[in-house]
């Protein structure tokens, strides 16, 4: 259990994550505003509090491992790892210019604190399955963390990854499901029904429970549970909105990449002033 | 100085699973993945000795190299089998990005080249495997020959950084070499000729040396080298073979991205010289017997022999 205070801290980080994925985005004029918005306060939980990795362990094999599967939300772990020291401030701001160290989609050669390159949907899942087998089999008992985004399920080798770390009580593996409810081309619902994640992972063999995403003190107090499984992977799915915690672009219904025009860039502008103004930090 | 072919004592799937044990009982971080094929493979036979340095996955071939990709990123070194076929065209954006793409240490054994996957048919027989392969930055890219050949290739695949491709046959391999051979330069010179040189790989290598020797029953001294490394391709060898102004590769596999496309990339390049590939063009697999498929494909002695003597009379008319 955590106290108020660390709570509040962990909401403040989640305020900051959400300020430079904004700032980094708008610099650049366009982006994957929509899905790198909804994993904030998750990439909060972990970075604030339930990942062991910071750049001093960053080549540590006993640190924790963090796989970022849904790679398009690139944008809101690189302003997680400047926030954590990984890289200067300036880096930020090259997100996606030629020759960068952040590019659109994460890559471990690129950028330090990126365990694995991604993009590719599905794949990450499948590396995280490894990841977890090697520390296993190396008698560590660290942890990996994956988030995968709701549309990425629709990948069959997802599923192939998620019936492996089941079969191999891969205990120490921790899944996220970004549920945005939306995918590029629109409502998951509508293009290919997800059905009920919870019951087809407890069906593989995992803990499995739904809760608000948006909620750093229920993300937390779910790693909290996860942490005390024992022989099954657990899979959190993230009940989140695609563009969360800036209202007018959750309201959008095509928020998955934007290129905003003048006026919407003005309202991101808004925005990002306002939340600046709330963390301490003047754009 | 007749070749006599003759098969191995030992099985290419021997040789693998032998060597896996010899890598591991060395390093700990060797680990032998199997997406149930094991049993084709024999690697069924020493999972007990290998316990947690082995893993069957089931079918499930992308899991299977992305475990790879997640080993490998904990310090493990992965030996990846399955049939050429899902080891390259059926995952290939998996090995694309989460191996190559992601910097990462394996080596992927191809198994059933070409023809030799015979009665799995055209779903199974990999033409293309090599092209695929080959196209990818930084990859190195084999063709096993013999078994001998093929335990110097695992070792130099444990020895090497990033990603290697070995393609194999399953069974037993015409024996081509022997302890003392090694296996440095990508490339075997196994006969010295002036007129043409026959450069193959894989089972075309002693189908080279036998065309060689009815060549020479005509008067014609043939050059033939085993390719064995088809990248980086042994530029050296192919200048050296360019020097009998002209060439035919010889390979049981496409002739687009192969060993032909090599050769020929080097000669456009460096030293233009006749050639023919002898290999696949257009075709699919389909069922049958390795002798009747080569028949059929034209990947013969015969098809070696007719169309070196095509190609020194080209020579001689432009000449």
Known sequence: MVNHDEIKDLELFAKKIRYYTLKELTLMGFGHYGGSLSIVETLAVLYGKQLNASPEIKDDLNRDYFVLSKGHAGPSLYATLFLKGYFPEEWLYTLNNNGT???????RNLTPGVDM??????QGVSASTGIALGNKLSGRDNYTFCIVGDGELNEGQAWEAIQMASHNK???????????????????????NPLDFVSKFEAFGYHSKRIDGASVKEINEAVEWAKSSEGKPTA????????QGIPFIESMSDNHHLRPD?????????????????????? | MTFMPIKEEIEMRKMYADTLIELAAKD?????????????????????QLKDQFLNLGIMEA????????????????????????????????VFVSLAYAQLNAVILGSDAGVTAEHNGGTHMPFEDLSLMRIIPHNKVYEASDSTMLRHLLHKGYNEKGLTYIRTIRKKAVKLYGEEDTFETGSKLLREGNDIALLASGIMVSDA??????????????????????????KEAVLKAAKTGAIVTAENHNVIGGLGSSVSEVLAEESPAHLYRVGIREKFGQVGTTSWLKEDYRITVEEIVEQAKKLILKKANIA
């Open chain 2, 28 to 48: 700990e971080k060797v680990i032998a993945l199997e997406a149930d094929l094991s049993s084709a493979i024999t690697t069924s036979k020493i999972k007990d």
């Open chain 2, 209 to 234: 040396l036998e065309a060689a020797d009815q060549l020479a029953e005509e008067g014609i001294e043939a050059m033939v080298m085993d390719m064995y490394q088809l990248k980086p391709i042994d």
């Open chain 1, 236 to 243: 959190i799915i993230l009940d989140t909105i695609k563009g």
């Open chain 1, 117 to 122: 390159t991604t993009g590719s949907l599905g």
């Open chain 1, 262 to 283: 003048e006026a919407t860039h003005a309202e991101i502008v808004e925005a990002l002033n306002s939340i600046g103004e709330e963390i301490g930090v003047i754009s």
């Open chain 1, 101 to 107: 160290n952040l590019p659109s989609h994460p890559d």
């Open chain 2, 63 to 94: 899991e299977m190299i992305g475990t790879a990709a997640g080993l490998s990123v904990t310090g493990f070194k992965p030996f990846v089998h399955t049939f050429a076929n899902f080891a390259t065209r059926r995952v290939y954006d998996q």
């Open chain 1, 170 to 192: 891969l205990d120490h593996l921790i899944i996220f499901v970004d549920d945005n409810k939306m995918q590029l081309d629109g409502p998951t619902l509508d293009i290919s």
